[in-house]
Structure formats: structure tokens, C-alpha cells
């Protein structure tokens, strides 16, 4: 008897797949009853942790999402209690007021939300940049800088095309391709290092960061500084004729968000991302790349080019972002766009797996924790670090819950599916 | 799958449920408890771009705060460590809707453009203070108000107090950025410095960025080996260049706040901010309804800037050259460029017979290093 079939022997006391399916309707019982609650009180405050519950229940409920929703989900609820020992013996605060501030500054309102999702924007691209070229067996930490020098070039873009009188439309359009083309070009060095050279690519992509910031202060502070920013050497703004962004906040009709476009830019590129890796042959040749390059190469796949192409990608991800931030948040190209998106990208994507599609709530995750900072900060006297600790907590635990994946019987899959 | 198996796993399960039980119900007992305690003195936020305890720009700006929060019906709240990026507009924001601030002090340069010029629109009944930006009445928004000090004054001060106190005759200098504000500080110390022994010479790193504590110290150890052997900054924390000094066992000067116990020994004076005199009569003008001036300076006489009283190592002939050019600026009588001025290429920069008063706009594009600086203003 192999260790398959002792496995799949039907267990006689208990339906593990009964207890997940019971497990999940309850889940998803206590989000709609916290919805319900929500909508007929007029009380939104508890909204989001309705949507929660209930999406992770309707999860729990099918065998393909069950495991890898719930295991995640479990581990970040677990990381709060050390959080919370944190909290309790080293700040000497109450833990209890600290999880309801967590909450209440990154979901409870629609305020609190939408800086949620403004912190989540640029992280969803920097998150590409180390996920994709995962997938091809590539370790790149580099997003930050693809996303500097990407700036940099949307900013001389956008610059020379205001001034040559393109429209407002057409100049985002030049500066965001600009940016994601300067990108693409920067993690594809690193990928062509690795490939050619044999130059391993997550010390090279690192030391491209500092070339990157580097070249852009030189840059500001040199043949593209505007005279006019004496104190804070900058480029020549970027902005629409009476001074607003040249990408503005979200709005559908009469529908606005306090969120600029890069959200659903972000959320877009994503969901492409997604269906690439995980819906083509080229997706399929990433995998096989980065499963075992020699057996891809037996099998006739052009290794370098799928390492090019996704090191590419990724690059342009992260470039798109810092494009993103000169047109919708800075309108200039400074030494402040050097804000740490590109690390915090490499920590999303972690903790998404790679996974494309994950990486949307991740991002959305961190930047909750993020947003909820301030109210740490200012309700509870506690040190920005806190924040910091609870994201390095959750990293630790989620790194930890890896070694479950397949091993609990509550995601037992049925016969149907192993055979 | 015997019996054991499952009690423990509904045990688990139980235990799984109570502890969510207990967190959730803990958050939603705290928020009813949170509401009710509402009532409302007049709500500050504070906003810095480092730590509160930088013994530099952030902690100066701090300790103002802190004198506010003793005045009675004031309740401060405080952010530390927020990037120049959309997050101080969000950290504005949340104070405002969240803690229900009625003022916000936005207290790094780079907080001004474009983030205070975007959040003070939107919040018109909010007075938003801003430390070092430009106030343009007919692009900026009439809710923001704009603070700094003439703190070359005490650099010049400063400067006298090295310069007498140097046996080698040459001073060190570490700076962020060759802008303006920092070149003018350079300036005076020097100038400050050769008004006392007219040898002296200052040598100036650029390490390029505000917060670059390892490259700081690697300027301060590669300068004392130069042979300098008095040390100052323009940096947002001097800490490590301090304690770098101390450790050399040369001299130093302090810059933004009081680091004498950084360097008890070698700490000569330093320049700091008391931004508490600008903050007081802001929350007056609030408290009584008068309108609040636009753009506000101020130099020593006016108690915005002040020195750190002097170390042991400072002798008493030293102390009155500094108490004399100290008295001038009291008396606000105190002018520090005028020509005949040369910079450190030869070229003149202020002709004979001209001056230039602290609140001269001239003096905010200076964009020279004087003579007696070795370094370039372009930063190379």
C-alpha cells in the first residue's frame, strides 16, 4: 500500500469534507448576518468584516480555494496574538484597543477604506515585480529601482510632451509608457545578467536600485532640475494647465473616490498578470522554466526569452507604478519618490505566492496595516515601528503556515478530483 | 479516526472560535467605549518626517509641540517616520476626520508642494502650519500659514565659538543638500568663524541626502582624519555626527535641537530652533479669533532660534566675542552678508557698500559658498 492510497482511504469516523463545507457555511452565515446587521442599522462601520467573513466562508466551501484562502487567513489572525503579547508586555497598552484601531483605521469607514486603497495601489505593481519572475525560478528584490528610474523618465517624458503641446491624455499615455518601457528595461538587465553572465540576479537586481536612485538624484539635481525648486531640487512639474494631476481620482459618473487611477491601473494589470502566467502556453513555459531550466531547455523551450520577457514584465510593472506616482501623487520627479514601495512589493508578493491574482488582496491587507498606523500613533502613543512589527509578524507566520499546504485533513481533496 | 482524534479537533475548534470570539467582541466593546468618551478640546496634529527623538529637525519640532500640549484645552496627536508621498496627505486627513484636528502642523520642507497645497482646500475650516514653505496669496489656499526661522544667526555664533576654539584652524562641515538654506548656514558659520581668526577654513561634505546616518559618519571620520577639529551639521539628526566627534575627541556644535549629551566633553554650543514662541501665538491668534498672519519668521531676537549654553571646553574670552555678536542679534542689529563679499572661486558676490538684513528675500536663492569654504556649491 502506498502513501497514496493510505491517504485516500476514506476516513471512517468523520467527513473531513462535511466538517469544511459545515465550517464554511457558518463562515459565510457570520459575514451575511454582519452584512444584514450593517445595512439595515445604517452602521457601515463593520462592512468590510462582513465582506471578509463571508467571501472566506464562500472559499472554505469549494475544494480549489478552500486551502490556499483559509491557510493564509488563518495565519494572519494568528500573528495577532503575539501582536497582541507585543502590544500588552513590551508597549504596556491594551492589545484589545489596538486590534479595534487596526480595524477601524484601515476598514471601518469609507474614509479609513479609500486610504487603504491608496496605500494598496502602488504595492499591487511592485508586488509583480518580484511575483513574476518567481515563476521562472528568479529571486528579483529590485522593484524599487525599476520604479525610480521609471519615474524619472516619465517625468522628462511627460515634460518634453507638455511642452511640445500634447493633451493631458496624451501625456499621461507617453509618460506611463515611458515609465513602464525604463522598467522593463531595468529588471530585464538583471534577467539578461543572470542568463548571460551567470550573475545572480537578486545581488544584482539589489545593486540596481542603488545605481537607479543614484542616477536619478543626480539627474533632479543636475541637467533636469527645475531652477525653480531651490529648496527641494526637483524636475519641471508635470501638471494640467490649472495645476491639478494629470491623473486624477477615480470617478464613474457621479461616483468619486478620494483614490487616484493607478488603483484600477493596478488592479488591471494584475488580473493580466494572472491570466498570463496562469491561463497560456507562455505561463506555462514560466512554470516549466522555472520548475527545472534543463528540462525546459530539452524540451525545446527558449529559456532566455521567457526569462526576458517576464523579467521585463516585472520590471514595467514596478516602472508603471513610480509613472503613476509622478502623475497622480508628486507631479514633479524628487528624491521623495525614493519611498520604499519597491521593498514593500517584495514582502506582497511573498505573501501572496507568487500568485498574481492574490496579490490584490495582499496589497489591499498592507495597505489596511499601513492606514491604521495613524490611528496607532495618535489614539495609542505607540511608535510607527508597531506597524512594522505586526507586517513582519505576519510575514513570519505566513512563511511558517507553508509547510501545511497538503498536510491538514480539513482540506482532504475528494476522490473525484485525485483520480 | 478514533474518538481521541475527534474531541480534540472539536476542542480545537472551540478554542479557535472563542479566541475570534474574544477579539472581535474585545474591538466592538472598545469602539461603543471609544465613542462615548467624546468631548472635544482643541484637537493639534503634529506630522514629522523621522523620529521624535532625533535629537535633531524632528525632536525640535517635537519639544514645541510638547510646551503646547501643557497649555490647557489642547490635545496633541502625533505621527513620526511619514514619507514626503500621498501618505502625509492621508496622514492630514485622518487626523482631521479621525482624531477631529482643528490645526495641522506639517512639519517637513517637502510636506509643502504638493501635498499641504492639495489637503488645505479641502479642508477650509482647518488651519494647516507649514515649517519652511513660500506663502503665494494668490495660488495658496488662505487656510495655510507658513513658519521658519533665521537660524544663520546662531551658525554664525557658532562659528565664532569654533573658530576661537580650533587649534588646527580647520572646521568640518556635513550637509544634506547644496541648497540654499544649508549653503546660507555654511556661510555664516564660516564667516562667523573668520571674523574671529581670519585663517580658519571650513571643509563641507554633501552627503546628498537629510537622513544618511552611515554615510554621515563616514564624512565625520574622513574629515577628522583631514585634520579638522571642530565638527557641525546640517543634517536631520546630527546624533551619529555627534557622537562621532566625541568619540575622536575633537570638538562639535549642535544643530536643530540641544545635543550636548551626545558629546559631553567636546560639545562647544549649537543652534536650535525654540519653534514653541511661532506655536504659542498661532493657538493665541486661533483661540481668539484674530487672523493669523500668512508667513511668519523670526530670528533670535524674536526667541525662534537660541544657542545651547556652552560646553566646558569653551573659555571665557571665547564666551564674550560670542555674548557681544549675541547681544547684536538680540538687538536684531546683527548683519551677517555684506559686501565686500567674495566666494570661495573669486567671483563677487555682494559688492562693497551693500547689505543684506536677515529678512531679505535676496538671501533665500543663495546659491555660493563664501570664501574660506573648501568645497563646491554645486555638490561635486
Redesign the interface.
Known amino acids: 500500500m502506498t502513501a497514496l492510497d493510505l491517504a485516500s482511504t476514506p476516513?471512517?469516523?468523520?467527513s473531513w469534507k462535511a466538517?469544511r463545507l459545515t465550517?464554511g457555511a457558518l463562515l459565510l452565515l457570520a459575514g451575511v448576518s454582519v452584512l444584514i446587521h450593517c445595512l439595515s442599522s445604517h452602521e457601515t462601520?463593520a462592512l468590510a468584516?462582513g465582506i471578509i467573513l463571508g467571501a472566506l466562508g464562500g472559499a472554505a466551501m469549494f475544494e480549489s480555494t478552500a486551502e490556499s484562502t483559509l491557510i493564509p487567513a488563518a495565519a494572519v489572525?494568528l500573528s495577532?496574538?503575539p501582536f497582541g503579547l507585543f502590544i500588552a508586555v513590551v508597549a504596556g497598552k491594551d492589545p484589545?484597543?489596538a486590534?479595534?484601531l487596526l480595524?477601524?483605521?484601515s476598514f471601518a469607514k469609507w474614509?479609513?477604506f479609500q486610504?487603504t486603497l491608496?496605500?494598496a495601489a502602488p504595492l499591487m505593481l511592485t508586488g509583480l515585480c518580484t511575483a513574476l519572475p518567481m515563476r521562472v525560478g528568479l529571486v528579483i528584490i529590485g522593484g524599487e529601482g525599476a520604479l525610480v528610474m521609471g519615474a524619472l523618465m516619465s517625468g522628462g517624458v511627460g515634460h518634453f510632451a507638455q511642452i511640445h503641446g500634447a493633451s493631458n491624455g496624451m501625456i499621461v499615455f507617453w509618460m506611463l509608457l515611458a515609465a513602464s518601457a525604463t522598467g522593463a528595461f531595468w529588471i530585464a538587465l538583471a534577467g539578461a545578467l543572470k542568463h548571460y553572465r551567470g550573475v545572480n540576479e537578486t545581488i544584482s537586481s539589489l545593486l540596481l536600485i542603488y545605481i537607479g536612485v543614484a542616477l536619478m538624484?543626480h539627474i533632479v539635481?543636475g541637467p533636469w532640475r527645475d531652477p525653480a525648486s531651490?529648496?527641494?531640487?526637483s524636475t519641471w512639474s508635470v501638471l494640467t494647465p490649472d495645476?491639478d494631476y494629470l491623473l486624477g481620482g477615480i470617478h464613474f459618473g457621479s461616483f468619486t473616490m478620494?483614490v487616484h487611477w493607478g488603483l484600477i491601473i493596478g488592479f488591471v494589470v494584475c488580473l493580466l498578470c494572472w491570466i498570463l502566467m496562469n491561463h497560456t502556453t507562455f505561463g506555462f513555459a514560466a512554470q516549466v522554466v522555472g520548475g527545472n531550466m534543463r528540462a525546459a531547455k530539452v524540451v525545446g523551450l527558449s529559456v532566455g526569452k521567457v526569462i526576458l520577457i517576464t523579467c521585463a514584465l516585472a520590471g514595467a510593472a514596478a516602472g508603471l507604478a513610480g509613472g503613476i506616482?509622478v502623475a497622480a501623487?508628486?507631479?514633479t520627479v524628487?528624491?521623495?519618490i525614493v519611498?520604499?514601495y519597491g521593498y514593500t512589493g517584495i514582502l506582497v508578493a511573498f505573501l501572496a505566492r507568487q500568485n498574481p491574482l492574490a496579490i490584490i488582496p495582499v496589497a489591499i491587507l498592507l495597505g489596511g496595516i499601513?492606514?491604521s498606523?495613524?490611528?496607532l500613533?495618535?489614539?495609542m502613543?505607540l511608535?510607527?515601528a508597531t506597524v512594522r512589527v505586526l507586517q513582519g509578524l505576519i510575514f513570519l507566520v505566513i512563511l511558517a503556515s507553508e509547510s501545511y499546504y497538503g498536510k491538514l485533513k480539513f482540506f482532504k481533496k475528494s476522490e473525484a478530483v485525485r483520480a | 479516526?478514533?474518538?481521541t482524534?475527534?474531541k480534540s479537533?472539536w476542542m480545537r475548534?472551540a478554542a479557535a472560535t472563542a479566541?475570534?470570539l474574544t477579539?472581535?467582541g474585545?474591538?466592538?466593546?472598545?469602539?461603543r467605549e471609544?465613542r462615548a468618551a467624546d468631548n472635544k478640546p482643541i484637537t493639534i496634529?503634529f506630522i514629522y518626517v523621522g523620529s521624535k527623538s532625533d535629537y535633531g529637525y524632528n525632536q525640535a519640532q517635537a519639544e514645541g509641540a510638547k510646551e503646547l500640549a501643557m497649555l490647557p484645552g489642547v490635545k496633541i496627536?502625533?505621527?513620526?517616520?511619514?514619507?514626503?508621498?500621498?501618505?502625509v496627505q492621508?496622514?492630514m486627513?485622518?487626523?482631521i476626520?479621525?482624531?477631529g484636528a482643528g490645526a495641522i502642523f506639517a512639519t517637513s520642507?517637502?510636506y509643502f508642494?504638493?501635498h499641504v497645497k492639495k489637503t488645505a482646500p479641502k479642508y477650509s475650516s482647518v488651519d494647516f502650519f507649514h515649517c519652511?514653505g513660500a506663502y503665494d496669496a494668490s495660488?495658496d489656499a488662505k487656510n495655510i500659514y507658513t513658519y521658519f526661522g533665521y537660524i544663520d544667526e546662531c551658525e554664525y555664533i557658532a562659528g565664532i565659538v569654533a573658530g576661537k576654539t580650533s587649534k588646527s584652524g580647520k572646521l568640518g562641515f556635513i550637509a544634506a543638500?547644496p541648497?540654499?538654506?544649508v549653503l546660507r548656514n555654511i556661510n555664516a558659520f564660516t564667516m562667523g568663524a573668520r571674523s574671529v581668526n581670519p585663517s580658519v577654513t571650513t571643509n563641507v561634505v554633501f552627503t546628498?541626502?537629510w537622513f544618511m546616518p552611515t554615510k554621515e559618519a563616514d564624512a565625520a571620520t574622513s574629515l577628522i582624519d583631514q585634520g579638522i577639529d571642530v565638527l557641525t551639521c546640517h543634517v536631520d539628526s546630527p546624533k551619529v555626527i555627534l557622537e562621532t566627534a566625541e568619540k575622536r575627541g575633537i570638538y562639535c556644535c549642535g544643530y536643530h535641537a540641544n545635543g550636548s549629551a551626545l558629546a559631553p566633553k567636546g560639545y562647544l554650543t549649537g543652534s536650535e530652533w525654540h519653534w514653541a514662541t511661532i506655536f504659542k501665538s498661532y493657538l493665541a491668534d486661533i483661540q481668539s479669533g484674530k487672523e493669523i498672519p500668512h508667513t511668519t519668521r523670526g530670528g533670535m531676537k524674536d526667541g525662534v532660534v537660541q544657542m545651547s549654553p556652552y560646553g566646558p571646553a569653551v573659555s571665557d574670552d571665547t564666551k564674550k566675542l560670542a555674548e557681544d555678536a549675541k547681544k547684536m542679534a538680540m538687538m536684531g542689529d546683527l548683519v551677517i552678508f555684506k559686501g565686500p563679499l567674495k566666494d570661495n572661486t573669486g567671483k563677487t558676490v555682494i559688492d562693497a557698500g551693500k547689505s543684506y538684513v536677515q529678512t531679505d528675500p535676496v538671501l533665500?536663492?543663495m546659491n555660493y559658498l563664501v570664501d574660506g569654504v573648501v568645497g563646491s556649491a554645486g555638490?561635486k
Open positions: 476516513s471512517k469516523g468523520i466538517v465550517f462601520a468584516l489572525t495577532l496574538i484589545f484597543h486590534f479595534y480595524y477601524a483605521g474614509f479609513t486610504e491608496t496605500y538624484n539635481e531651490l529648496n527641494k531640487p495645476g478620494d506616482e501623487v508628486q507631479g524628487n528624491a521623495t519611498a520604499g499601513n492606514a498606523n495613524n490611528l500613533q495618535s489614539e502613543g511608535p510607527d | 479516526m478514533t474518538r482524534l475527534k479537533w475548534v479566541a475570534a477579539i472581535f474585545g474591538a466592538f466593546a472598545y469602539q471609544a496634529g496627536v502625533e505621527n513620526e517616520n511619514v514619507p514626503e508621498t500621498v501618505a492621508k496622514t486627513q485622518s487626523m476626520e479621525l482624531n520642507y517637502g508642494d504638493p519652511g495660488k543638500k541648497i540654499p538654506q546628498g541626502d533665500e536663492g555638490g
